[in-house]
Structures are given as structure tokens and as C-alpha cells.
DNA sequence: GATGAATGAGCGTTCATTCAT
DNA sequence: GATGAATGAACGCTCATTCAT
């Protein structure tokens, strides 16, 4: 039986390569001997190298979604809610600095792929946001004038943007905790979308 | 001396192909061919392809850092040249899809000529954001709180994905004029990154 | 003891897989498939993937020899020994299109392999009609002058491309029973061989 | 402009090639070598590999073609007609015995594009054969139960696996002259289409 | 004996770049 | 300067064969 630990080994593997060298800079044998297997069984588990990308998504961005939706769960205040969201990607982003990177930078590969993912798995993800932003504004604590579908954007943007400061490349000369990016992108994001006098 | 008029041609064929379908699946053949002139031309005027990409930036960053600046320095208000810069910069990428595409995908492809790149010119276009940010503060306007350098990433961050909304793969349904985009994220950003009670 | 019917079940398989796609279009696991074997066995009972091919001709064009020859030495006029011989290998290969598409399309696969095997089991196929020929020389039935060797070579050519008439491929818009295309082939190498005024 | 020389040259090679190790077993490479040319540089004159194995059928039979007929043109007699078609066959064959190869091989490689190449160039090629009987039958030279389409295929399967006596590969023994194989196949075809007693 | 996951050599094809004209 | 034919390195993918279970 395909073992679904070669799976995941495969999976590991080419995140860190296609985080490192991007996805067309990556070659498919350089996936394999990350991932300590021959070139051919890449084959037995994947399509084809842009299945391969497809995967790492599908595998991540469910992973976040589920560890986002099961904290949001517990809360009321749509106002901590989006703290939590901005709260928990980042620190996910700053713990798996590949999966960043790969969120960053293939996520915007043009391809019919991967705009028919981002159709699924990943809107999902992004409506997160949105769904919080329209209970934020039932509850009259956000503005009535924000548009919560690009608003989810706009939070999206920033948070991808953002976590690119813990990558490889972090040209800033300055490290910033966690903490401290979460506070001022909370506090930005967060007073920017109330509503006056609700503080 | 080498046709300034044939070295625009080829930078606005790239910028177009480049665009549609993204740095490593465009072909020089198809610049070529978009431009008018032959394959072996394009090396008359550019070392090789990479050296085309960072030239369509160099070109188009730098005529948008012109057009802003020129723009902002007749303002005083930090909280209005907020705006104008979030203004314009939406304002060009409606304009100029291909260019919104180009910055989206392109700058996305890690690389260390690109990040070369980014110190220079693109760097100093986020820098006028981290300008103004300080300014803003200085004058009491922004909150203290603010760190600048990442607010520039968060407002590039934002700026750049709601950009998207006019690309060719808006997988919104709904359509936003440059006005409603603007006011949505001069508001959340504006309001996010100024003092309490400075309305 | 491997068992003579997993053996029989893969020849059985081949030939059906060969005929198909040809030799090198077939894979080892489409044969593996169609005889409900795993890969592996297959090389239990064949050295390799040209070993297939060679034992699909043995075997087949084996079972072909001792017909024929049963038939033949019931007979004593060579002229009535022809038309056995071609309305009996018509009469299979109508019946066994796969076998006709295999013999047809492999033989045919300049291969230093098929050669040697030609030598051998082929080689004995196609004496059979050189013996006729010469036994017919012999008796003054035949004319003088005709090379049994060549006539043999012009006898299969015949056999073998008109064969296809009744192949998946058949590009002629009529349908000739096996009895109208041996009456007519054997009418023309007939007549062709024999000496003037022996009617 | 792509010169047509380098065309010429690419397809004799290929001609050698294929004749020398088949279809399957020959290599872009080998073929590039052997025209002394960058493997690349194949694919400025042809679309694929099997384009190539059309491209030499489809020069090489148009060249029989011409050649064959304006022969025939010439003649009135039918039986003649055949004659000269048998004997400019087998000797073109000998006289290029890379070209006998690739069609013995090549032409058996079930394929829709050969096929669908077949239904044009080389049925025109065996069309001649059956207009020659046709006309036979007409002038009650040859006899009226011949089929000319099983007639055609007949001739074609008997000239095509006699042509291999010259091949690299010959098996036989003895060494045969074009003239004397002419005869042998001639004599045969011809003595057995005609009516009895037409000599 | 039987399995099928794993292997890795091998090849068709692409395309950035060069250079003779 | 301009051309575009020629180059050949590079890579994704296939599949015959092996071998641990």
C-alpha cells in the first residue's frame, strides 16, 4: 500500500523546496532527494509537479482552518475574533516560515489550478474573515460601510505581506516578535473597521 | 544609438505578457512577437529575461513614485497624503492592469535579483508610506504605537491584493469602482493608524 | 511448480495487449492487468518484456505449424497443399485478429531478437510452403523456373498484408469473407506457379 | 529562412535511422547526430518525432508515385504496366535500402496518424496497382474474378516482405538480383491475374 | 509463489541565448 | 542595428525491472 507517511514526507519536502526556490525554479528531482525518495515514486503519489502544489495547500490551508475555526468557536466579540484570526496566522506563519513563503509566492502563479483551488479551500479560509466582519456589523460594533468582501482582502493582503518579515529574505533590518506584529496589524485592522465611540 | 522608441515597445510587449501569463511561462518568442521585433533584438536592449522583468519595474515604479510624490508634497496633512497615496497607487493599477498583474505575481518570484531590486527603487516607493507614517506621528495625528516599517508592509500588503479586484481573474462577483476600494481602505487604514479623538 | 495456466493466462493477455497498441505502446501492466496478474508475476514467468513477445509467436505460430502440417500430409497434389496451406493461415488469422495484428506489426520490429527467433519456429512456418513448391517443381506440377525461397517470401507477404482486411484498422469499405480472399489468393499464386496448360 | 537542405538532410538521416533501429528504438538524438545537426534544431522543421516518420513516407512514396507513373503512362499493356510497376519497385527498393526498411517496419506501426496518413499518399500509391488491374479486366486480359482491392494489397504484401532480400538483415543464403526477383514475382502475379489463355 | 511499491535510467521536447548574415 | 536559424543544456515524466514483504 502507498504508505501516507511517503505522502507527507513528500509533502514536508516540497514545501521547503518550493519555499526556498520557487515553484518553477524547483525541480522535481530536487523534491526527491529532499524527501529521500526515488524521482519516479513522486509519481505514484502525485499527478504531476503542479498537483504537487495543489497538495501542500490543500494539506495547510486545511490544517489552519480547522485550528482558526475551533478557537473562533469559543469567542462572542467579533472584535477578539479578528484578533484571534490575524493573531493565529501569523504565529503559524512565523512557526512554518515554508509554508509562508509558498502562501506568498504561488498563491499568485497565475493558473487556472490554482484559481479553481483558491475556489475552494482557500475562499473558505478567506471567508473566515468575512463572516466576522458581517457579525461585527449585525452587532453594530464594526462600520456599516465596510464592505466585509474587501475588507477580507484587504486583512488578507496585510497578513501575507506581513509575515513575508520572518522569511529568508526579510530585508528589514529590525526583528519583530510575533506579538508586536499581531498588536500593531490587530490595532490597525481593529480600529479601523469599528465603529466610532465603541472602543 | 539604440531606438529608445524600440526599447519602450519591448518593455510595454513584456509588461502585456508578462502580465497574462506570468514570468516563467511567458516565451521571449512571445515578446518578440508582441513587440514587433525579432527574438534576437530584445538582447540588443536587455542582458536576458530576468534583466526585462526588472526593467518593466524599474520603468513603471518609478513613474509612479514620480506622479505620488509630486502629488503628496503639496499636501501637509499626513491623514490626507494617506489617501492620495492609496488613491493614485489603485487609481494607476486600475488603469494599468497588466502592470497590477506584473507587481502581484512577479515581484512574488524569489529571487535574488528581485530582491536586489526591492532595495532600490520599490523600496523607495513603500518608503514614502513610512515617511508620511512618520510624519503623521510626529505631528501627533498617528498613533505612537505605529511602527512605520511595518505599516508600509501592511498598507503595500493590502494595496496589492485589493488590486486584484480589476484583474482578469476576479473571482468576485461583484464590481468595485476605484472609488469605493479607495474609501474602504483609506478608512480602515486612516482610521486603524490614527489617535483616538483625532477625527 | 508455476502454474502452466497463470503462463497461458499472460501469452493469452500479450497478444490481446500487442494487438492492441503494438509492442512498444504496451506496457507491462496493461498485460498485467488484462491477465489479472500483478506486475511481478509476470516476470516469474517471462525474462523481460521481449521475452513476451517471442513466446506469443511460439507458442501461437507453434500451434499454426502442427496444424497446418496435419492438414498438408493428408494431401498429395501440392496444388491442393497451397490452398490448405493459405486457407488454413486465413482461416486463423480471421479467427485470431489479435494474432494477425501481433504477427503483422511485431514481426515486423527489426530487433536482432526476432531475428534469431525467425530463424527458428518462423523459419519452419514459411519452409512448409518451400517444400510445396518444390515438391510441385518436382512433380512438373510447378514451373521450373520459380525460387521456392522467394516464392515462399512472396506467398507470406500476400498472407500477411491481406490479412489486415480483417483487422480493427480496415480501411477498405468492402467486407471479404475468409473463403473470397483465399479463393482469390490462391487463385493468382496458383495459377502463377504452375506450369503452362496443367489446369 | 529555414533552409530546405537542412530539411533534406534531417529526413535522410531519419530515413537511416529508423531503417537501422526502427521507429521506437531510434533517438532524437541519433537521428540529430547522424545530420549533423543540435537535437533542438529538429524541432524547427518538425512538429514531433512521428512527424518525422510521416515526413519520410510522405517524400519518399510521393517520389514513387511520380516516378511510377509517368512510367506507366508510357505503356498500354496492362500486363506490362504491371511488370514495370514490380520491377521499378523492387528496384528503388534495392537501390534505397534504408526507404524498404522503414516502410516494411514502420508503415505496421498501428497508429491513427499513419493510418490516417495511409488513407492518402500510399492508398495512392496501391490505387495504381488497382487501376492497372481494373483495366486488365476491362480489356479481358485479366481475369474477370480478380478483385482488384484484394489484388492490390496482395502485390504490396509480396513486394514489401521480398524487398527485405536486400535488407540488412537478409536471412536467406543466396544473394538475388533485382532482375531475377522481378521475374520470380512477375511471373507469378502476372500469369495468375490473366485469363487462360491469353499468353 | 505472488504482490505492487519503489527505483532510476532514459528520452522527447522546450526555449533562453548566440551569432553568422 | 536587426534578424531568426541554430544551439544544446535542462527537465518533467515514464515504465521496465527489482525486491522486501
New binding site residues.
Given amino acids: 500500500?502507498?504508505?501516507a507517511d511517503?505522502h507527507r514526507k513528500i509533502i514536508r519536502a516540497a514545501t521547503k523546496v518550493f519555499a526556498k526556490k520557487g515553484f518553477f525554479?524547483?525541480?522535481?528531482?530536487d523534491i526527491a532527494k529532499e524527501a529521500?525518495?526515488?524521482?519516479?515514486?513522486?509519481?505514484?503519489?502525485f499527478k504531476?509537479?503542479?498537483d504537487i502544489l495543489i497538495s501542500v495547500f490543500e494539506q495547510e490551508i486545511g490544517k489552519l482552518i480547522e485550528q482558526v475555526t475551533e478557537l473562533i468557536n469559543k469567542e462572542n466579540d467579533p472584535k477578539v475574533k479578528l484578533e484571534i484570526f490575524i493573531g493565529k496566522h501569523l504565529e503559524e506563519m512565523k512557526k512554518n516560515k515554508n509554508l509562508a513563503e509558498v502562501i506568498h509566492i504561488e498563491l499568485r502563479q497565475t493558473n487556472k489550478l490554482v484559481r479553481d483551488y483558491r475556489k475552494n479551500s482557500f475562499s473558505n479560509y478567506l471567508n473566515i474573515v468575512s463572516s466576522i466582519i458581517e457579525e461585527g456589523k449585525q452587532k453594530h460594533i464594526f462600520r456599516q460601510d465596510i464592505e466585509s468582501d474587501i475588507a477580507k482582502q484587504i486583512l488578507f493582503g496585510a497578513l501575507d505581506e506581513i509575515s513575508r518579515i520572518w522569511g529568508p529574505s526579510n530585508e528589514m533590518g529590525m526583528e519583530f516578535s510575533v506579538e508586536d506584529v499581531t498588536d500593531q496589524l490587530t490595532a490597525i485592522f481593529q480600529q479601523g473597521v469599528m465603529e466610532a465611540g465603541k472602543e
Fill in positions: 500500500m502507498k504508505s511517503k525554479n524547483a525541480r522535481i528531482s529521500k525518495v526515488a524521482d519516479g515514486t513522486i509519481y505514484l503519489y504531476n509537479k503542479f
